[in-house]
């Protein structure tokens, strides 16, 4: 969307005075991302706002940041500064805060970051001219509590923009559960109450047919969230499918992006699987904080040399990855390393990688995939051509009729084209197993008797990148290894020498050939399932069928790059005797 084509609500929002202070309603398809740059290349351009010390922007959505940062290079100003709420509550507490914060909880962290701002401990509000938040539907719990004191903190003359969907505030009520808190209702309830006005961006600029159309008109004009007897006969008129089979067939005679959206993860693992099952490369959407790095970074660096130049890194790229615009994925690794060159040092930038944890979109890997398949939660602020719905059709469900609409608004509003709705797959047998710490939750499929554990869920993090093995491949042959790798099966063997009777360690096997081992962290969560060895004859059991749903650059603690495979799905497990466990 170019400028000429802001209507006019999202003009009122992009040209307001630095001092204006504002909630702006946005649904989806509302061009949000473009009204947010929109916005801050205003405050710092025809406002003169210092884009370092008199704008601060909170956000949670990669693609507003990455608009936002290509618009002001566009003019030559300086990319502004944008944090999550947990890091500039992670800043002031270094800054100002007289005990170590590190061995905090996230939420003990924001929590003492408010206490500071409550009590006047932080002093870097005071330059500030415009407060920006994005996705605040999100912003619950101890994070509303922060966000209420950081703008009570700042000068009464600054202004403020708050940005988001109340009809997609889906954590509202998961926080209800947790015991209770600061919703995202109430706190925009409260910056109304002392003196927000209220802008709605009414255009849609994502729908296409007519019944995508239809349902982000769900929400009536004006009103903040979508009635629920509204949405439930919407969603009962979607095109009911027998099974995920009858729906791929359907979308397969379809171009363009598909997804298969659930309830639950495990609703996910098992439609996944599924899906699998009919030959499909199947990509399970990760959350936010789940990031790995493209292959092609690896394939590019792997060379011995200490640094590449421009020339060199625009040649091999093309080589490796012809699709990636050279251009912009120079300017993505340079911003890791920081400064302005023709030449990247291969040690500088191995290291700033190995430390994040979050990255430039053009830098993560995006699966080769036919469809994908993702939670409802983790859908949020994506968008496909065309979706099927998976329905939760599981017993004992306690939603709130609003919790459930507002969960089936935002399903409903992730298609651009074609909506489909088909049955849940029996998840009698498939549960979440929350063993006490240091283990962690994993999805389980077990058997007949309690105790059974038939298959184990892999992720993304199980591969342990700083131990052996390694894919092995290099440059534009690499790639092509690479691509034949991903979507098939690892068997996953218990590795004799690092194994001891308290935890496995795996080897994991692609073709016969060892290609890398598991970390110790899973074997802590198998074992919490299983059991340990000390009261056993036999060994630990092999695990196969885990799927290899990509291929990705890792930094090992030698700053070496690497290609290591990313493993998702329930892993069958097969023991020595047929005892079943």
Not at 251 to 264: M, V, Y
Not at 278 to 300: D, E, F, K, N, S
Request: with cysteine; charged share 25%; glycine share 8%.
């Amino acid at each position: 969307m170019s400028d000429v084509c802001l209507d006019d609500d999202q003009l009122t929002v992009a040209t307001c005075d630095p001092s204006e202070r504002q909630v702006v309603i946005a649904g989806p398809g509302a061009g949000k991302t473009h009204v947010v740059a929109r916005l801050v290349e205003n405050l710092i351009i025809d406002e003169g706002v210092d884009p370092v010390n008199g704008l601060l922007v909170l956000s949670f959505s990669n693609a507003a940041v990455h608009a936002v940062h290509a618009r002001l290079k566009a003019h030559d100003v300086p990319p502004v500064q944008v944090r999550t709420i947990d890091s500039l509550a992670g800043l002031i507490l270094r800054r100002y805060a007289e005990d170590d914060p590190t061995s905090s909880s996230f939420e003990a962290r924001v929590s003492h970051a408010t206490e500071l701002l409550k009590t006047g401990g932080w002093d870097d509000g005071e330059d500030i001219e415009h407060v920006l938040v994005d996705e605040v539907q999100d912003v619950v719990g101890v994070r509303a509590d922060f966000v209420l004191a950081l703008l009570a903190s700042i000068p009464k003359e600054a202004g403020m923009t708050l940005l988001g969907d109340p009809a997609q505030a889906i954590y509202d009520f998961q926080l209800a559960e947790e015991g209770g808190g600061t919703t995202s209702s109430e706190m925009l309830d409260q910056v109304r109450a002392d003196g927000a006005r209220t802008v709605f961006l009414r255009g849609q600029y994502r729908a296409r047919s007519r019944d995508a159309v239809a349902a982000a008109g769900l929400r009536m004009s004006g009103a903040d969230t979508a009635d629920p007897d509204d949405v439930e006969d919407f969603w009962n008129e979607v095109v009911p499918l027998g099974s995920a089979g009858e729906a791929w067939d359907v979308l397969a005679t379809r171009s363009g992006t598909k997804a298969f959206l659930t309830g639950t993860n495990g609703h996910a693992l098992l439609v996944a699987s599924a899906l699998r099952d009919m030959g499909l490369r199947v990509t399970l959407h990760r959350g936010a904080q789940q990031q790995c790095l493209a292959a092609w970074i690896a394939l590019v660096f792997v060379s011995p040399a200490a640094s590449l130049a421009r020339d060199e890194f625009r040649d091999l790229l093309s080589e490796v990855a012809p699709k990636v615009d050279t251009a912009v994925a120079w300017q993505a690794l340079r911003s890791v390393v920081s400064g302005r060159g023709t030449e990247i040092d291969k040690v500088a930038l191995a290291s700033s990688l190995r430390a994040r944890f979050t990255f430039a979109p053009e830098l993560v890997s995006v699966p080769d995939a036919d469809v994908v398949v993702s939670t409802v939660h983790r859908a949020k602020g994506l968008e496909f051509d065309h979706v099927a719905l998976v329905e939760d059709l599981s017993p004992g469900q306690s939603r709130t009729a609003e919790e459930e609409s507002r969960g089936r608004f935002v399903a409903l509003t992730r298609a651009k084209d074609l909506l489909l709705r088909v049955p849940g797959p029996s998840d009698r047998t498939v549960r979440l197993h929350k063993p006490p710490p240091p283990a962690g939750a994993r999805w389980i499929r077990g058997g007949p008797q309690k105790w059974q554990t038939l298959a184990f869920e892999m992720r993304m993090g199980d591969i342990d990148g700083d131990a052996g093995g390694d894919l092995g491949v290099t440059g534009a042959t690499g790639m092509l290894d690479v691509k034949y790798l991903v979507g098939r099966s690892a068997r996953l063997t218990p590795d004799l020498v690092l194994s001891t009777l308290e935890r496995p360690i795996y080897s994991v096997e692609i073709e016969g050939k060892s290609v890398g081992v598991t970390t110790e962290a899973f074997g802590t969560d198998l074992v919490s399932r299983i059991g340990g060895l000390e009261r056993r004859r036999r060994g630990w059991p092999t695990l196969t069928n885990a799927y290899i749903e990509d291929v990705a650059t890792f930094v090992d603690e030698s700053l070496k790059f690497r290609l290591i495979p990313v493993l998702s799905g329930l892993a069958d497990i097969e023991w020595s005797d047929s005892d079943g466990e």
